[in-house]
């Protein structure tokens, strides 16, 4: 059972950056396509961004293009989202997932196996 553990989450000011990072716990990490998913209060978890096993390949959400970036360091099973431009409306609690099946191709999809438990992002104005 892969597990995956979330940190960065916390209180920013809006226009500021923030970086999140997800481990995970398996010897075959860059066989595991991941994505970042976040969920606002009131509303379904949406789709952010998803990289594929070698970091080649990457995918977003139309609102954060430019903004975001998603990227993995497979040396230390770790999986980041470096966030720049904060808007309050990306207040959310942030998860990352793993699947095998989106290893080559990520794109954006919720069909993910496994789930971090999230971490919280606050964007004060």
């Known amino acids: 059972q892969l597990q995956l553990v979330e940190s960065g989450g916390g209180l920013v000011q809006a226009g500021n950056s923030r970086t999140l990072s997800c481990v995970a716990s398996t010897r075959t990490f860059n066989r595991y396509g991941m994505g970042w998913f976040r969920q606002a209060p009131g509303k379904e978890r949406e789709f952010v961004a998803a990289?594929?096993?070698?970091?080649?390949?990457?995918a977003y959400a139309e609102d954060v293009k430019g903004r975001f970036t998603i990227s993995r360091d497979n040396a230390k099973n770790t999986v980041y989202l470096q966030m720049d431009s904060l808007k309050s409306e990306d207040t959310a609690v942030f998860y990352c997932?793993?699947?095998?099946?989106?290893?080559?191709?990520?794109?954006?999809?919720?069909?993910?196996?496994?789930w971090g438990q999230g971490t919280q992002v606050t964007v004060s104005t």
């Open positions: 990289i594929s096993g070698s970091g080649s390949r990457t």
């Open positions: 997932a793993a699947d095998i099946l989106w290893a080559m191709d990520p794109i954006p999809t919720d069909e993910y196996e496994y």
